[in-house]
């Protein structure tokens, strides 16, 4: 008996925004098929539009924070870091 491997879609592509800086760029999380596994980018402005519409991304909404993810040592992102001092 073979098990169904679980299938993912290349073609859904999401981006949620972190920040527009001051200096014109734009921080985001971009992600193929899966929200919850991304990379962190960072474009100018114009060149986020353009990746976007390219892309014809899914805009998500800001990440919540929780509790248990807030204790962890390992959960945490390059825009945190680059605006908290850790421990």
Same mark, same amino acid.
């Given at each position: 008996?073979?098990?169904?491997? #679980?299938?993912?879609?290349?073609?859904?592509?999401?981006?949620?925004?972190?920040?527009?800086?001051?200096?014109?760029?734009?921080?985001?999380?971009?992600?193929?098929?899966? #929200?919850? =596994?991304?990379?962190?980018? =960072? =474009? #100018?402005?114009?060149?986020?539009?353009?990746?976007?519409?390219?892309?014809?991304?899914?805009?998500?909404? #800001?990440?919540?924070?929780?509790?248990?993810?807030?204790?962890?040592?390992?959960?945490?992102?390059?825009?945190?870091?680059?605006?908290?001092?850790?421990?």
């Amino acid at each position: 008996m073979s098990e169904k491997e #679980p299938t993912v879609d290349i073609s859904r592509k999401f981006v949620r925004l972190t920040e527009r800086r001051p200096d014109g760029f734009v921080e985001f999380e971009f992600a193929i098929g899966e #929200p919850e =596994l991304f990379a962190e980018m =960072l =474009l #100018p402005a114009e060149a986020y539009e353009a990746f976007c519409k390219t892309n014809e991304v899914i805009q998500l909404g #800001p990440r919540e924070a929780s509790a248990a993810s807030e204790e962890s040592d390992w959960n945490w992102s390059l825009h945190q870091a680059t605006h908290q001092r850790f421990r």
